[in-house]
């Protein structure tokens, strides 16, 4: 069986970010809070209450997903205010697709 997808430096390079993406997304409170930031932008405050979650832990799950570019926030008075990196997200997305839109082939 012959990989091509894993030649290069780049897609070496390409395969390791998706694996942390993969990683990032997996743990099933991230994928419900980036769920719920794809309605638009909420405070901690808002998404602990959808979720039923204690508040620092969303906060904790909220900083891994900031750390690695898939959320960002801005500060509004007293609340901060996170939304989506819709080109971040969108770029991990593309790389995993090159690794599965081959499959089957």
């Known amino acids: 069986m012959k990989f091509d997808c894993c030649k290069t430096k780049k897609s070496k390079s390409d395969l390791g970010q998706t ?10 409170n991230r994928l419900l809070i980036l769920c719920l930031l794809k309605k638009g932008a909420m405070c901690v405050c808002e ?31 007293l609340k901060v205010i996170y939304s989506i990196d819709k080109k971040a997200v969108k770029k991990y997305i593309k790389l995993l697709n090159n690794y599965l839109n081959s499959y089957g082939k």
């Open 47 to 77: 998404i602990w209450q959808h979720l039923n979650l204690p508040q620092n832990l969303v906060s904790h799950h909220l900083k891994v997903l900031k750390s690695f570019g898939l959320v960002s926030s801005r500060q509004e008075g």
């Open 19 to 28: 694996v942390d993406f993969l990683k990032i997304i997996s743990e099933e």
